[in-house]
């Protein structure tokens, strides 16, 4: 019997990052969950998991900024990339009633997608950082007390048999979480899409000339994220998503990094 593949994700079982893992590698995928997304990564690194599922942006939250040296560091490449729609519910112990909440607990990235609901309707509830949306949900159903409640899918309401006291409660309905697929492999061949970190000579218009590359080649810049170089204060690296993958990236690379720019590709995938 073969060993099944362990993927390791921030969170525990019914959260998102449970949910991205199964709309990758199916249902009965078997995850590792983790507290943190430094944990998630050391047990790559380590050998307890085979590969990793981590969120990496929301479109209301924004970009998860510690996930990208983690996956610049991690020596499996980016295999994949999956776009999940985000509903979040107000989930509370069986009895509560909305006018009974006064403690609020979920992921703070979770929390932070539903402002407006908090400022109308809970405006006085204290809002409690917890390392996982699934987990703040297994942690009010174990309370047992009626005025907590906790921010969570709702795979995790059912999953702990919570009934859910709002539905849909971030602030708009286009909440998307975009996750990558961390895994030792080659590229797939219907790749049409790379993840690649550039880090410019320290000269004026650096950038710009790297951009130009790209838009030369007719080639969409997807994504384009800033990060700090450690040790090299206000220097900057540039996380790139672009809509190219295969020789062509390579020989675009190869341009950039004659103009005297270093450039490092962390995964060639499918767009999601």
Not at 209 to 227: H, I, W
């Amino acid at each position: 019997m073969s060993k099944s593949l362990i993927v390791a994700i921030q969170g525990q079982a019914g959260s998102f990052h449970h949910q991205a893992a199964a709309q990758w590698y199916g249902a009965d995928v078997e995850i590792l969950p983790c507290a943190t997304f430094s944990e998630v990564f050391n047990a790559y690194a380590e050998g307890a998991a085979d590969a990793v599922v981590t969120a990496v942006e929301n479109t209301l939250y924004g970009s998860i900024n510690e996930v990208y040296r983690f996956v610049e560091e991690c020596e499996a490449p980016i295999v994949g990339e999956i776009k999940l729609a985000v509903d979040q519910m107000l989930i509370a112990r069986p009895g509560a009633r909305l006018s009974d909440i006064t403690e609020i607990y979920s992921h703070p990235v979770a929390l932070a997608q539903c402002r407006d609901f908090f400022k109308k309707r809970l405006p006085n509830a204290t809002l409690i950082e917890f390392f996982d949306t699934a987990g703040a949900v297994e942690f009010i159903a174990n309370e047992g007390k009626n005025h907590m409640a906790a921010v969570a899918g709702k795979v995790a309401a059912d999953l702990h048999q919570m009934p859910i006291l709002a539905h849909s409660i971030q602030d708009n309905q286009d909440n998307i979480t975009r996750f990558l697929v961390l895994e030792t492999g080659d590229p797939p061949r219907d790749a049409t899409r790379a993840s690649i970190v550039i880090t410019t000579s320290h000269q004026p218009g650096a950038l710009v000339k790297v951009l130009n590359v790209f838009a030369q080649a007719n080639v969409n810049l997807a994504k384009l994220q800033s990060q700090p170089i450690v040790g090299q204060p206000w220097r900057y690296k540039f996380f790139m998503v672009v809509d190219c993958a295969g020789p062509k990236l390579y020989r675009l690379l190869e341009q950039i990094e004659a103009s005297g720019h270093l450039a490092t590709v962390l995964g060639e995938y499918r767009a999601g």
